[in-house]
């Protein structure tokens, strides 16, 4: 049995939490949470949690524990990895590792030194149907790809009086909008078409430059540092050309994101808020579009598929996909085998923040800036 340990206990901690519990082999021993410690004794007894604290140096030494689940805000992410690996854990993070290259390379470092797994949650790529995009460019059914664009759109920050932690530049660090949902949309980018971006061209704004949040005698106006729009021009290794926009205060948009791929021989594309369909485009024939299913699906892609057709898969059951490879790549390794599924790990964690570091180099300059 595998013991594990979640750290923040917001929104994406109890997803953590709900996704362990499906997966065999795994005991959730830990919750770390907040100030109010009656609320994580209160879930950890909820679910037969032996050990609930709100010190994750609690946790360090305990040999009970392999595996820590970082769900924590972002200012938080690097000390907390930092000391887990140390401290000889494996480590599931929310993303960004860090909030600079220079810490997620340490981070690297520090895993590849003690031989840890890592892996970051960029859960989005284990929809049956993005599964089945990448398989499909991998194996040549688009020829070859010319250009990529697509848009990640929210609305939960269209009111001034919109209020959350990642507008606070103490707590989200250098970027709010590239870095929480740009950076999902270009890896999504990056896995279907097998290809890194190297160049970025980029123009962030801040729509809302002026907020208010909640104070104890009403709202209090305070100015926001960190960008809540950006569009960004793309190059990526293989040649292709793209272009991808973000926003938070698109009214109506929940969590819509569209990736579409261009090939020469055919096309791509695929929404979130339709997640199981896949669009495939065509010149001289109908267009389709594909239904996710574990008997339809290239054999690669077949895997993450896990409902007969016609049942719909949702986002715990991306998360579930993903975390599912982590553990088995775990049991592996502790076997003394090679790992056999490609999570995405710290060193896709580090390359996350090297193109949002990139981006925001551009927007300052105005210029085309190399990811390096």
Known sequence: MIGAAIIGLGYIGKVHLQTLLRIPGIKVRALVGGRRLERVRELADT?????????????????????VHNCTPNHLHYEIN???????????????????????????RLAEAG???TGINFCYRYYPAVQEAAA??????????????GSYLQDWLLYDTDYDWRLEQSATGQSNVIGDIGSHWFHLAQFVTGSPIVEVMAD????????????????EEYEVKVEDYGSVLIHFANGASGVFTVSQLCAGRKCAIDLQVYG?????????????????????????????????????????????????????DAVYNLFRDFYENLKLKLEGK????????FGEGHRELLVTEAILQSHREKRWVKVL
């Open 338 to 345: 090679e790992p056999k599924y490609p999570v995405p790990d």
């Open 82 to 108: 930092r000391a887990f690996l140390q401290a000889g854990k494996h480590i599931l993070s929310e993303k960004p590792l860090a909030t600079s290259s220079q810490e997620t390379a340490e981070l690297v």
């Open 47 to 67: 679910y037969g949690i032996p050990i609930a604290t709100n010190d994750y140096r609690d946790l360090l030494d305990d040999p009970t524990i392999q595996v």
């Open 264 to 316: 020469f021989d055919s096309s791509l594309a695929w929404n979130h808020e339709r997640s199981t369909e896949l669009w495939m485009g065509y010149r001289s024939q109908a267009n389709q579009v594909l239904m996710e299913s574990p008997f339809l699906q290239h054999e690669d892609a077949k895997r993450y598929a896990l409902l007969p057709t016609g049942h719909p898969m949702g986002y715990h």
């Open 136 to 149: 499909k460019v991998r194996k040549g059914e688009l020829g070859d790809v010319h250009t990529v664009v």
């Open 115 to 117: 031989n840890l797994l």
């Open 204 to 219: 962030l704004k801040t729509t809302r430059p002026v907020r208010k949040k909640p104070g104890p005698e009403g709202y």
